[in-house]
């Protein structure tokens, strides 16, 4: 594995509420390297999002604040910037695709002017220019008639297409890493396979990292290299997507697994939901986070919240949990 292009260190991204203080990303640390797929997988509310809104410095302050924590991207701690300094990597360097393009996208402004928009604003091309890098751009996550549509509106594009535009406007700058937050979200399964097909298969062609952010397992065991699983606002476990589904260890994660149906066609295993809510982070208690749901909780449970440690006889010190529970793995 080559140097990693962005290091995530104990980071620590809080919001104060009407209710209390919420603590969405609690102590997270990972990394990701050139060309590889890391996808974050959880339950709305596990801090997916806020995460990656971290990085891009994208928080609303107030309420929000980034408390702690490293972010380094090619070196450079992306904490200490400046503003304009922020501004110069985001959209450039580092990209997102968001979760619903047709609310992420300005209804007002062509598509063709809003993926232009960044070329001509980080790399000082004229608008001709930009234009026409656009088209070429539609062209290449294969948007039809990519000429025409460049002076199209959003809502003259079905969805699909909208989030074509999202991930060509994401390519416009060639970025050194691409954040796709849900990126198929109430899509149909077959444009799904697409906009996944195509954004993994420009990663690995330009050597972009790429951050997944999905609920979807199916979607992890598809296009994933490592995988990193969320809950509570803290990692709970993280391995290679092939170590993660052959040995998943956290309960957590065993509990996402038995959830999904197998595509094997073998009924023998019945789905098997998990019991009780996502946690209340205005209300965590002072141990692990999935205690309430755990079929495996033991008394030290109750005590601290346990920290991410290799698990032992693993033959990778890469399979990493957050779990007292031995048996779990």
Known sequence: MTEPIL????LTT????????????DRVSFDVAAGETLAIVGESGSGKSVTALSILGLIPQPPGVIESGEIRFEGQDLLKLRPA??????????????????????????????????????????????????????AQVQIPEPR???????????????QRAMIAMALACKPKLIIADEPTTALDVTVQAQILDLLKGLAQKSGTALILITHDLGVVA???????????????ETASADELYRHPAHPYTRGLMACVPRLDGDTSQPLVPIDGQPPDLTALGPGCAFLPRCRLAQAQCRQAPPELRAISGRTSDQHL???????AH
């Open 85 to 138: 300094a922020m501004r110069a990597i985001r959209g450039n360097r580092i990209a997102m695709v968001f979760q619903e393009p047709m609310s992420s996208m300005n209804p007002a402004l062509t598509v063709g002017k809003q993926i232009a928009e960044p070329i001509r604003v980080h790399q000082g091309r004229a608008w001709r220019d930009a234009y026409e890098e656009a088209a070429q751009l539609l």
């Open 7 to 10: 290091q995530v260190k104990n």
């Open 222 to 236: 598809r296009y994933a290299d490592r995988v990193a699983v969320m809950y509570g606002g803290r990692l709970v």
């Open 148 to 162: 025409s549509r460049v002076h199209a509106y959003p809502h003259q594009f079905s969805g699909g297409m909208r």
């Open 14 to 25: 809080r919001f104060r509420t009407d209710r209390g203080v919420v603590t969405a990303v």
């Open 321 to 327: 949990k957050a779990c007292f529970v031995h048996d």
